[in-house]
């Protein structure tokens, strides 16, 4: 027996209300939250007994005899209704809920599968494609039957040609969907940037891709209305790379269909457990990734990974706060100086984060904008060193001005990097500069 957390806020809008009490007994795809408002539904990854309900969660005990066995969704009478039954949200991280995109009507305009996989390390995107294409691109068509789209694209960074081979051989001479092939670069994945690459224009931080005709989802999310539309299989798994300082080498782990609600410490356990001394184990990518908690994360409906990372270099000095609205927002970054026993004596953002309903977002994700202004503010302000969080772009500019001024630089994702040996976050080549 193991013990399962099943948060009830796995996606945008507020969390779910449980339908289910302590003590009653759940079967592994049977609905136990439904949404309150914008949501989707949640369903058991587990067969066992209910043993707590919080206002953040619900834990179950119980096991998993087969994979294979579920509580199937009620078959319904469109592919958005599907989506809606199964509960699937944007699996890359966002969390929004699939069925509001699949009713849109785009007669003339495109589904785009983003497969871009935009954050270092993470790797299982990119492997579910090298060994089953089928099933995104099964997902790309149903997405476009129901949203009228007549053409697919599916985005995808041309580093990844293992992956980009396996979907050509599947798509053959189809005409409907095109592989696009995009730049290596931060944040290349972001809805915006992924239209701009492939309609030359950007929408506005306000405008949502259906304002450019488009539908953008998640590699993972249209494998998920896949297995929904084709075995009636609610969200009840997750793929997830789990790496870093491990006692398995620093090679990225891919664990395909992990239950939601395992604990990460049971798949850093598979990996043989932590290799010694860390710093953080980083819950997501290493560009957006949050510290989380050994002891209490768990596998969610949006987890995209989870980084042992070394421990965080020391600065016992005055240091500025640079923030980016794709990449590290000023909470995170205060989080890392204070891991870094640094003192915070200013902050600003790139000059192209703006906020939006509440929430920082870039005007040109992943173009910069020019950082001399910024860094100049931190130098002004007492900063003897610096932090940023900027996209590579930009992080490109901050090392073009930030050393001439004799202010030295940290990228949040520094530590992370380091951990898998990874080129840190400074200079773009020339090559991905065009
Ligand atoms: S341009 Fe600025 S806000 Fe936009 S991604 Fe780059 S650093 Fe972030």
Redesign the pocket.
């Known amino acids: 027996m193991a013990l399962y957390r099943i948060p009830l806020k796995q996606h945008v809008g507020a969390p779910c209300v449980e339908v289910i009490k302590i003590g009653d007994k759940v079967l592994r795809g049977q609905c136990i939250a439904e949404p309150n408002g914008l949501g989707a539904k949640i369903h058991s990854s587990v067969t066992g007994k209910v043993i707590n309900i919080t206002d953040e969660f619900m834990e179950i005990e119980g096991e998993i005899i087969n994979k294979e066995d579920y509580v199937k969704i009620k078959k319904c009478k469109s592919i958005s209704e599907t989506a809606y039954e199964a509960g699937i949200v944007g699996a890359g991280g966002a969390g929004f809920p699939a069925y509001i995109k699949l009713k849109s009507e785009i007669p003339d305009g495109v589904v785009i599968a983003n497969c871009v996989e935009c954050e270092p390390i993470l790797n299982h995107n990119i492997k579910l494609l090298e060994e089953n294409p089928e099933i995104v691109i099964k997902g790309l068509r149903y997405a476009m039957e129901a949203t009228k789209a007549p053409k697919g694209y599916i985005a995808i960074k041309a580093k990844n040609q293992a992956a980009i081979s396996s979907l050509r051989k599947v798509i053959g001479n189809a005409k409907d969907i095109e592989v696009k092939e995009l730049k290596d670069i931060y ?1 290349m994945g972001e809805e915006r940037a992924i239209i701009h690459e492939i309609f030359g224009t950007w929408l506005t931080p306000e405008q949502l891709p259906i304002e450019a005709k488009s539908v953008v989802m998640n590699g993972e999310t249209l494998a998920n209305l896949t297995r929904a539309v084709e075995d009636l299989k609610p969200v009840i798994d997750k793929d997830i790379t789990v790496g870093g300082k491990l006692k398995s080498g620093k090679e990225a782990n891919v664990f395909f269909q992990v239950p939601i609600g395992t604990p990460i410490s049971i798949l850093i356990d598979k990996c043989g457990g932590i290799d010694g001394d860390y710093g953080e184990v980083v819950i997501g990518g290493p560009y957006t990734g949050k510290a989380g908690d050994i002891h209490n994360s768990v596998v969610t409906k949006i987890s995209g990974g989870a980084i042992v990372t070394i421990p965080l270099p020391e600065y016992k000095g005055p240091i500025g706060l640079l923030v ?4 590290a927002d000023e909470v995170r970054l205060r989080d890392i100086a204070e891991k870094m026993k640094s003192e915070v004596v200013a902050v600003t953002k ?1 000059k ?2 703006v906020e939006v309903r509440g929430v920082n977002k ?8 020019g950082q001399v202004q910024g860094v100049m503010h931190l130098k002004k302000n007492g900063a003897k060193r610096i932090l940023i969080s ?2 590579s ?2 992080t490109n500019t901050v090392m073009c001005c930030a050393p001439n001024m004799g202010v030295p630089v940290y990228h949040h994702t520094d530590h992370i990097f380091r951990t898998v040996g990874h080129e840190l976050t400074r200079r773009l080549p020339m090559e991905e500069k065009k």
């Open positions: 944040p980016c609205a794709c990449g790139c192209n984060a870039c005007l040109t994700p992943g173009d910069c904008p900027n996209c772009d930009c």
